[in-house]
Structures are given as structure tokens and as C-alpha cells.
């Protein structure tokens, strides 16, 4: 093989003019030569390796961020790191759980065409779920306009029962809110007569369920019975 110049050793000192750059070099003989290829042949290797490790661990981590999606966050943890795994198998316990819909949904949805429905509901289920999250709830089941949230589960917290309570009021005070941004938008207007505001209904009940997974060998989901 060929004879290389090996860069034995950089510096860059500053000067008034900017960085210069300093370098020695020196030109190896025939052995030094052929040790220096294999050398760089197997670090492009192992650089290739690690690439191609890094690139199979970041789609996997786009594909679980998809799925989790598809999860409540609670149990997709669960599931991820095992720990609590026994309690998705069911376990009786008591819990208060929250339901809310939208008043009239069937009539604004009537006034709107389909790819305006899936929009209206898409904000709104953001902004719900937003505030269920902060209040430690676990959303469950997404039923048209309405959703279904459990507290002290699948992860057990003493104060359950004031958490529900607490996001039920939340969950109005939101909703005020975002009735206010869709008042100063265009797409109040479309439902606007006989429905000046969205307005919500909520009902909490507490009381011993069994929660967990609930299904058939290729398909489960979480739920409270």
C-alpha cells in the first residue's frame, strides 16, 4: 500500500487577526501504512455498526411514541418499564370515576360537515385531556363526544376522590376558555345560531370496580368494570 501523512498532533492558538490552525505531520513508511488502513477500515466499521444501531433504536422509539398514543399514558408506562405490570392483569378497588360529554353535540354535529366535526372534536379532546392529565386522571375511552376518566388507577393516590372533583371544575373553567377563543375565531359562526357557547355535562360516581385489561387475546384495552 501506499505511504500516508499522519497528522500526529493539532493545535489552534487565537490571534488578533482570529484562529489560526497548526498542525504536524509526518509521512509513514509501508508497515505504518498498512497498519494505519486496517485501522481506519475497522473504525468506519464500527462507526457503521453503531449508526446503524442508533438509527433501528430511534425508529423504535417513533414507533413507540406512535403507539403510546393509542394507550392511556399511565398504562403505556406500565407496559413499557413493567413495573405495576400485575396490576393491569385487574385488581377490585374503589375509585371515583368522570364522565363528560358535550350538551347538543348531536345537533351541532348536524351543522357541520364531517371534517369539521373531526377538527372541533380533535381541539376539544386536546384541551380536555390537558386538564385530566394535570389532575392526575387516566382518560380511558373516547366515545364520540364523550370521555371517561378514572382516578386511583391503573396507579393508586389517596386523594382520588378530591382529584375527580377538582378536574370536574377544571374541566368547566377550560371549557369557558376555549368557548372564548372560538367566539373571536371563524369557526363559532358555524354553529353559532340557537348555540351561542359549548357547553358540557359532567357526572362523577365512586365506588368498587375491577380495573383492567379487558378483552380477547389479540386485542385488550384498559377499562373499569
Not at 73 to 95: F, I
Not at 181 to 189: F, I, N
Not at 195 to 204: E, S
Request: hydrophobic fraction near 40%.
Amino acid at each position: 500500500p501506499p505511504a500516508l501523512t499522519f497528522i500526529a498532533g493539532a493545535a489552534a492558538t487565537s490571534a488578533a487577526q482570529g484562529w489560526r490552525r497548526y498542525t504536524t505531520e509526518r509521512t509513514l513508511s509501508v508497515d505504518e501504512s498498512a497498519g494505519a488502513h486496517q485501522l481506519l477500515h475497522d473504525t468506519n466499521h464500527r462507526y457503521a455498526e453503531l449508526y446503524a444501531r442508533t438509527e433501528r433504536l430511534h425508529q423504535t422509539l417513533r414507533s413507540n411514541r406512535q403507539l403510546m398514543r393509542y394507550l392511556p399514558a399511565a398504562v403505556g408506562r406500565m407496559l413499557t418499564s413493567g413495573e405495576g405490570a400485575e396490576d393491569l392483569a385487574g385488581r377490585c378497588c374503589e375509585v371515583p370515576v368522570l364522565f363528560v360529554d358535550i350538551a347538543g353535540y348531536s345537533t351541532l354535529s348536524e351543522r357541520l360537515e364531517p371534517r369539521e366535526v373531526v377538527a372541533f372534536l380533535n381541539r376539544y379532546f386536546n384541551e380536555m385531556s390537558e386538564v385530566v392529565t394535570n389532575h392526575a386522571g387516566t382518560v380511558i375511552e373516547l366515545t364520540g363526544d364523550g370521555m371517561l376518566v378514572v382516578f386511583g388507577a391503573p396507579a393508586t393516590r389517596p386523594d382520588h376522590a378530591t382529584a375527580a372533583v377538582r378536574c370536574g371544575l377544571a374541566l368547566h373553567a377550560r371549557l369557558a376558555q376555549l368557548n372564548e377563543a372560538w367566539q373571536s375565531e371563524a369557526a363559532a359562526a358555524l354553529w353559532r345560531a340557537g348555540m351561542p357557547r359549548i357547553a358540557c355535562r359532567i357526572g362523577i360516581h365512586s365506588g368498587e370496580v375491577v380495573a383492567g385489561n379487558i378483552g380477547a387475546g389479540e386485542r385488550m384495552k384498559y377499562s373499569v368494570v
